[in-house]
């Protein structure tokens, strides 16, 4: 808290406070302006009930119903679980991947980790999409298996599941995973792994002991860094994700697009939330113990 | 039948290959042979880029070579990998594991080796009493001093109790009087453990003040093995007399040879120096003779010896010492260090003196 109240210590110059004043307050403004604001009234309208245009008033009625409809409860469970595959999928590709490049790949390192973005360069919507054409009925995996012979007709249920969710999710978002363990293991001091070998250490005991250890911190913003944004993903599960790949994000944007219960819809958000609130704190509580 | 040597290498070579295509391929260590005798701490001396280096990473098996053979007590070990090899190194920047505390720093050979926890702890402790430091054992490396950080790198590497042990410039990121407390400490540890040191450094009076015996390295050859008095008073060759201290290298021309004895014509005067081969008269060589070792006198205070004539150039004062430069009669310049006794008093600049050494001082090189 003392860097916070420094603009206000009486005993700081004027022009150092007007300086920091100046710095600080576009950001505080903009912060409080574009995402309080916006949350505060957010929270506003979960105290209150109705439709939006047909009479809303002030009660705890949108509580109510959500505590009461469990099966609102169980598709956020769903989802964090759909969420939680996904990122758990994402790090078991992401960290071979990461791996490679920065202990074998030598001077191609750079360009590979390149080819490894660029996808994410096109619209997200684009990459979905191309999913959609590969795990369709007339798409390339079918053609493929009826072509080996594995199946006698095409199959629908590729597409239109949580599967083909997961699937699409851990394709949009191994690169952001992939990232953070390859700085993580860049910034490693690689003779670390020479000492090991030179205290009796096998290659495989030095990745577990030195290498696996002192790369968690990257595989865990890795891991928060799918899973948080995929708990509230709803584009996804809409086009490739079906009945059954339905998620909490949908029924949200439901909530404030069809039904139009914004108070519903923003309780929704901030149970949502809420959350992810013990997922920060496992973040902070991972990056004390593991940074040295 | 035991082994004579702890370590031998037999002509090793390293050739690291070109890097991209405009590189050239550089020959890092190029047919060195050495022999190290079990307990004794040798070192390898050189400038940055001499091979020192390779040749240590060579041996704890970091780098393989690309030619010859590496034996240890007797056994080939050439392309074992390193985590086979019974032979551990204390690094330059000490490589310690950020994630572990001390202790686990330290058990961390133990560890690789299965041994009983209770073995494990015992071993821990006693390794940290011998380094000194006791009461750490819980601490993170990062909170340690860059010296205590130095003691625990020492100790994870003798508590395995390796049969050689291998130290890379290990006192350079300390500070002088830490830098000079450790030599003497490193010193005595090593003949209480009585275990082979094959220690790396640029720094020669660390090397002098430590080694047994020392290699002088450059360009990836070995320029001379020698225990550090034989080093520093018959340097093999020019570039050994010049690498350890300061030398004054005078041009000269062989009047007569008896008895390991040159007379050598040195401008116009002839002075006698230490030759061990015979010289054939008239031969060009080089006369090496350390600043210590070179006296000056007024030329009234002269016994007739043989001398060369010169005059003071410039007179710096040392406290113990004071440096003089002499410009000799034929314009080479030699330096002269004296020790501040009581006696005839400095000499002053501009005055003529006589420059002259007993002839055991003073060496003879063929080049």
């Not at chain 1, 901030?270 to 902070?284: H, I």
């Not at chain 2, 340690?144 to 890379?168: C, H, T, W, Y």
């Not at chain 2, 990836?220 to 093995?225: H, K, N, S």
């Amino acid at each position: 808290m003392a860097s916070i109240s420094t603009p206000f210590d009486p005993q700081a110059p004027a022009a150092e406070k007007r300086r920091l004043l100046l710095i600080m307050g576009p950001p505080t403004l903009a912060l409080l302006l574009f995402f309080m604001l916006p949350l505060g009234v957010m929270a506003l309208y979960t105290f209150q009930s109705g439709t939006l245009g047909g009479g809303m008033t002030w009660s705890l009625d949108t509580y109510r119903r959500f505590w009461q409809d469990s099966a609102l409860h169980r598709l956020l469970w769903r989802s964090a679980l759909v969420s939680l595959q996904t990122s758990l999928w994402c790090i078991v590709l992401a960290y071979p991947i990461a791996y490679y490049l920065v202990f074998r790949a030598g001077e191609r390192r750079m360009t590979l980790l390149t080819l490894i973005i660029i996808p994410a360069w096109t619209s997200y919507l684009l990459r979905i999409l191309a999913w959609k054409l590969i795990l369709g009925t007339e798409g390339l995996l079918n053609t493929f298996l009826l072509w080996v012979g594995w199946i006698e007709r095409p199959s629908p249920i590729l597409l239109f599941s949580q599967t083909a969710v997961i699937v699409t999710l851990v394709y949009v978002w191994v690169p952001f995973v992939a990232l953070p363990i390859f700085a993580a293991l860049e910034r490693m001091d690689k003779r670390l792994l020479e000492a090991a070998a030179d205290l009796g250490s096998p290659p495989w005991h030095s990745f577990l002991r030195i290498t696996l250890p002192l790369s968690l911190p990257g595989v865990v913003a890795g891991f928060l860094s799918v899973f948080i944004p995929t708990l509230g993903e709803y584009v996804t599960p809409l086009l490739v994700g079906g009945v059954n790949g339905i998620m909490y994000g949908n029924l949200i944007q439901d909530q404030f697009v069809r039904a139009l219960n914004w108070p519903l819809g923003s309780l929704m958000s901030l149970v949502m939330l809420l959350a992810l609130l013990p997922m920060f704190l496992l973040f902070r509580r991972s990056d004390e113990v593991l940074q040295p | 039948m035991a082994p004579e040597y702890a370590v031998e290498l037999r002509s090793v070579s390293k050739v690291f290959p070109a890097r991209r295509q405009k590189g050239r391929e550089t020959t890092a260590v190029n047919a060195i042979s050495l022999q190290i005798a079990p307990g004794e701490f040798f070192t390898l001396l050189g400038a940055s880029g001499c091979g020192k280096t390779t040749t240590l990473r060579l041996i704890a098996g970091f780098e393989h070579p690309s030619s010859g053979e590496i034996l240890l007590q007797g056994m080939p070990i050439t392309n074992m990998p390193p985590h086979k090899r019974p032979v551990n190194t204390v690094f330059q920047n000490y490589a310690l594991f950020p994630h572990m505390s001390v202790a686990q720093n330290i058990a961390f050979g133990l560890t690789v080796q299965r041994l009983p926890k209770a073995e494990r702890d015992k071993r821990v402790h006693e390794a940290l009493e011998l380094v000194r430091l006791p009461d750490i054992a819980n601490a993170r490396p990062s909170e340690l001093s860059g010296g205590m950080q130095q003691r625990v790198a020492l100790a994870r590497a003798l508590v395995n109790r390796p049969k050689l042990m291998l130290l890379d410039e290990p006192l350079s990121a300390l500070d002088l009087k830490l830098r000079q407390a450790m030599r003497l400490e490193l010193k005595n540890l090593q003949a209480q453990v009585g275990i082979t040191f094959i220690y790396v450094t640029h720094d020669q009076e660390e090397a002098l003040a430590m080694s047994d015996r020392i290699a002088v390295m450059n360009g990836g050859r070995v320029e001379q093995v020698a225990d550090p008095a034989s080093i520093y008073n018959r340097p093999a060759n020019r570039f050994v007399a010049d690498f350890i201290g300061e030398t004054n290298f005078l041009p000269g021309k062989v009047a007569a040879w008896e008895n390991h004895r040159a007379r050598l014509a040195v401008g116009r005067q002839t002075v006698w120096a230490t030759a061990d081969e015979p010289l054939p008269v008239g031969r060009a060589v080089t006369l090496v003779v350390r600043p210590e070792k070179v006296f000056l006198t007024r030329p009234e205070k002269s016994n007739g010896r043989l001398h060369l004539q010169g005059t003071v150039n410039q007179v710096v004062y040392l406290g113990t010492d004071t440096r003089y430069t002499v410009r000799l009669e034929d314009g080479v310049a030699l330096v002269a260090l004296a020790r501040n006794l009581n006696g005839d008093g400095p000499l002053y600049p501009g005055e003529t003196v006589h420059v002259h050494w007993h002839d055991y001082d003073a060496r003879v090189l063929q080049e």
